[in-house]
């Protein structure tokens, strides 16, 4: 399925700048990126006649929040260098703006917040992408009491790369600023560990397959591109080791 196969692809594309950085062949560059454009090549089978990806191969309908997931995917391998093909790609683009618009398709025993959510983190995608639109962002971030903490983490990562003139470009610090304070002045935090709080989620975490332990992880990546020196990074570290099940953690989004 598009979640299986982006929780395999995605940490693959990542990994293979970190390991060209530090000159590491740890698992075979060879065999990095053999799975790694398999994954890629496997996730277009997925996508649909609107530019999304569905659930499964040979799928009619997009699943919004798969087709963000598997978006992150392929975004990280294109920028890494494997094969993508540019009009998949485009169209999967396109799918993603309308997304974040809120001008797809609500799959049946979905919310508007669920949509929202996704929207965000559709814009997080596209900022990864180059693809920056302020006017989306200036939207979600109007409706960010709506939106759970892992989404809002997302949105001011897109909010900052933000460029160009205007009052939109101009505001991405007040706006980063006043999301980044949503995120981390009501966290669970001991003298190790450190954990958010995300009520607003609860009841639809099966629509975006949210978890307690992917909001931490999000909130860690977030925090480490604003503020790499704060204290709170070990402690979320911390917290993520310490929610693993023997040497695991419980699911593929955790």
């Not at 596209?126 to 809002?152: H, I, K, T």
């Amino acid at each position: 399925c598009v979640e299986q196969t982006t929780g395999r692809t995605l940490p693959m594309a990542s990994l293979k700048n970190t390991l060209e950085q530090y000159d590491m062949d740890a698992w075979g560059g060879s065999s990095l990126e053999k799975y790694t454009q398999a994954g890629v090549d496997r996730l277009f089978t997925m996508q649909t006649r609107d530019g999304g990806l569905g659930y499964w191969p040979g799928a009619r309908e997009s699943h919004p929040w798969g087709s963000v997931y598997g978006g992150l995917a392929i975004v990280r391998a294109r920028a890494a260098g494997f094969d993508v093909d540019d009009d998949r790609f485009a169209d999967l683009v396109s799918y993603l703006h309308e997304l974040a618009r809120s001008r797809v398709r609500t799959p049946k025993h979905w919310d508007a917040d669920s949509m929202l959510a996704t929207g965000a983190f559709a814009s997080f995608v596209l900022s990864e992408s180059g693809d920056v639109d302020a006017s989306y962002n200036e939207f979600l971030f109007n409706q960010r009491a709506r939106l759970p903490v892992w989404s809002r983490a997302l949105l001011m990562m897109a909010i900052w790369k933000q460029k160009g003139a205007g009052p939109l470009t101009d505001r991405r610090k007040e706006m980063t600023r006043e999301l980044y304070a949503s995120v981390f002045d009501s966290i669970d935090e001991t003298e190790t560990s450190a954990h958010v709080a995300d009520d607003v989620d609860r009841a639809r975490r099966w629509m975006t397959m949210s978890s307690n332990v992917r909001t931490d992880a999000i909130a860690l990546m977030a925090l480490l591109r604003f503020d790499p020196q704060s204290p709170l990074v070990g402690k979320f570290a911390q917290g993520l080791l310490d929610a693993r099940r023997g040497s695991r953690w419980v699911s593929t989004q955790s």
